[in-house]
């Protein structure tokens, strides 16, 4: 039976429309680190290197690769994890310029995906479809820990009005923000989507 992240795992990956304390475990990813305004058009790069050596891992056994302990499934969600340069910090007043962001955008991986595997993947991509930003993809194993999450729904621009809500329920459950690094998950395509209607789960790290 096909392994659906949305049905199966559900509470990592669409909490409710309020904050949730989740305990998120060790999982594999497919990550690359980039910096400057996600609005920018090379951002898309990014993401399609991601999506492309998750697809090229997804469809393996279709080219008559054995990977053992493989199952079918669908392609876990893009994800980001959002920070500002050292400058920024230094001169930071509280607003955001987006030119001063930093990024580590990731996909999920089953746990059958070793490094090895993903090396092979790669090395047959780079001859059919020969992406920029193939060689900056690494394979690492991330644990996040203690987090409250949401579901923020609307605009990325309107994010700190749920942040908001986030650490007023940390503070009010005893728990302190461990930075402003957070992650987002991705649940809609805004390519297709309108902004107003864009679902994303918010997630930061915290203690206590």
Excluded at 66 to 79: A, I, N, R, S, W
Excluded at 86 to 95: D, H, R, V, Y
Excluded at 104 to 117: E, G, T, Y
Excluded at 145 to 153: A, D, F, P, S, Y
Aim: aromatic share 12%; charged share 35%; net charge positive.
């Amino acid at each position: 039976m096909k392994h659906e992240w949305r049905k199966k795992e559900k509470k990592i990956y669409i909490p409710a429309n309020k904050p949730e304390v989740i305990e998120v475990p060790k999982f594999k990813f497919l990550t690359i680190n980039g910096e400057g305004n996600p609005n920018m058009e090379s951002f898309t790069n990014y993401i399609e290197v991601l999506y492309t050596l998750s697809y090229g891992i997804k469809m393996s056994p279709k080219k008559g690769m054995e990977l053992k302990g493989f199952y079918d499934y669908t392609v876990y969600p893009l994800e980001g994890v959002w920070d500002i340069n050292e400058k920024a910090k230094k001169n930071f007043n509280g607003l955001i310029n987006k030119d001063d962001l930093v990024f580590k955008l990731m996909i999920r991986q089953p746990d059958f995906v070793h490094a090895d595997f993903v090396g092979i993947i790669r090395e047959m991509t780079i001859k059919r479809k020969p992406l920029e930003l193939l060689r900056e993809v690494s394979f690492e194993e991330i644990e996040e820990g203690k987090c409250i999450q949401m579901l923020h729904k609307g605009s990325f621009d309107n994010e700190p009005e749920t942040f908001k809500v986030m650490e007023e329920f940390a503070e009010t459950n005893g728990l302190k923000r461990v930075s402003k690094i957070h992650r987002e998950i991705y649940l809609s395509d805004t390519r297709k989507v309108a902004p107003e209607k864009l679902k994303t789960t918010l997630r930061f790290n915290v203690e206590g």
